[in-house]
Each structure stands twice: as structure tokens, then as C-alpha cells.
């Protein structure tokens, strides 16, 4: 009678153990989706010389280190894509909370120096852990509506705020793009966008030339 009496919890218990098995199998492969999506936009638009690639969290982590032969304006970027865990269900809603998207950091590192520092920022995503602007005490800050979405534009100088106005104006939808950032001391530019399939190309491309103008200025 025992024996019959469990049976119903063994069922349940196999049918959540192929859910589980099932949402690994799926959400792996989402994941692997997203990411070369990304990356082949990435290059799409880049277009280095050459390129190393590493995963650096099983399938929620790739890090990408694109060269350049030519004395261009840029020596070198850096891409690291952090992507949300699919593939565990029952970690899924946590990560969702605590990480809220995907993720796409590009560091640019440049050959010149730009018109001093400036930063279009998302301003939900400026509250975020990690996103904080170093700078940001002696930077003139306004706030902007870029698309649907309220930004804050930082600028050290007059010529920056021109060059990220005439971007927003130029480019009416910020679409997957939530950071755009220009730092002189370290030569640096860097974008963060949220890779949805199919659309890093697109956004990524202005903000690309933005960056070059700027140093190249």
C-alpha cells in the first residue's frame, strides 16, 4: 500500500527532473545563440585583423580581444559578454532579479586623446552595482530623452556635449545601447548594450563611428 502511496511523488519527481533536464538543454542553447549572434555582429563591425576568443563562465560567459595591424585610431578592444544562466530554472528568477539582461561590455583602446571626458548614460541602468561614472563630481551633467528612454549626459567640455547631442539627434533610438563613455586619461572608450539577437549590429555601428570621430577630433 506504501509502495502505491508514492507513487504519485515519484511521478511528480521524474516530471521535474525532465523539466530540469529539458531547460539545461534549451537554455544552453539560447545562450549559445545570443552569444555568437553578438560576436559575429561584433565583427561584422569591427572588423579586426585578428581575434582570440574565451569562454570565461561555461555558457554565461565569452570574452573576445580583437587586434589591429594599422596605425588606425584604434589599437585594440575588448568585448565581454555576461549572459543570464537559461540553462538552471531554478536560479533563473534570482539572476533575473539581481542582473535584470544580458550583458555587452566593449572597451575601445585608442591612439589619440579625445575633448576631454563624457558619458550618455541610461539613467535606470546608472543606478545599477558597477555602473557608477568615477568622474562624475566634476563633470556638467543634464538630463536628456533619448528615444523612449531618459539618459544623463555627462561632459567636461562644451565640445563633447556637441558631439553626444548631435549623436542623439542623428540617431533618434538608443535601442539595445545603455552606456556610451569617453575617458582621456586612460584613452578609452566603452560601450555597454543589452546583445538581443539581431540587433547589436545596427546600434552598435553609429556608436562605433561616434567613438572614432571623437578621438580622431
Known amino acids: 500500500m506504501n509502495a502505491f502511496a508514492s507513487l504519485p511523488f515519484l511521478f511528480l519527481l521524474f516530471a521535474f527532473a525532465g523539466m530540469l533536464v529539458i531547460g539545461f538543454s534549451r537554455g544552453k542553447k539560447e545562450n549559445k545563440e545570443v552569444f555568437l549572434s553578438a560576436f559575429n555582429d561584433l565583427l561584422d563591425v569591427i572588423k579586426p585583423d585578428d581575434q582570440t576568443f574565451t569562454n570565461i563562465g561555461g555558457f554565461v560567459g565569452y570574452h573576445a580581444n580583437l587586434f589591429f595591424r594599422e596605425k588606425g585610431p584604434v589599437s585594440e578592444i575588448d568585448a565581454t559578454i555576461t549572459l543570464l544562466p537559461r ?22 583602446y585608442m591612439r589619440h586623446d579625445p575633448p576631454g571626458e563624457g558619458h550618455l548614460i541610461e539613467s535606470k541602468y546608472s543606478g545599477l552595482r558597477g555602473s557608477e561614472i568615477t568622474a562624475a563630481h566634476r563633470l556638467y551633467r543634464e538630463e536628456v ?17 556637441d558631439f553626444l547631442m548631435e549623436f542623439i539627434y542623428n540617431n533618434p533610438d538608443p535601442g539595445v545601447i ?30 562605433y563611428q561616434l567613438i572614432i570621430s571623437i578621438f580622431e577630433s
Open 87 to 108: 540553462h538552471a530554472w531554478l536560479y533563473m528568477p534570482i539572476s533575473k532579479l539581481i542582473m535584470k539582461y544580458d550583458r555587452l561590455f566593449i572597451t575601445l
Open 145 to 161: 530623452k533619448w528615444g523612449a528612454y531618459d539618459f544623463y549626459l555627462y561632459y567636461e567640455m562644451a565640445k563633447m556635449y
Open 178 to 207: 545603455r552606456h556610451i563613455a569617453i575617458t582621456p586619461k586612460q584613452r578609452k572608450g566603452f560601450i555597454f548594450m543589452i546583445p538581443q539577437k539581431g540587433q547589436v549590429a545596427k546600434y552598435l555601428a553609429p556608436t
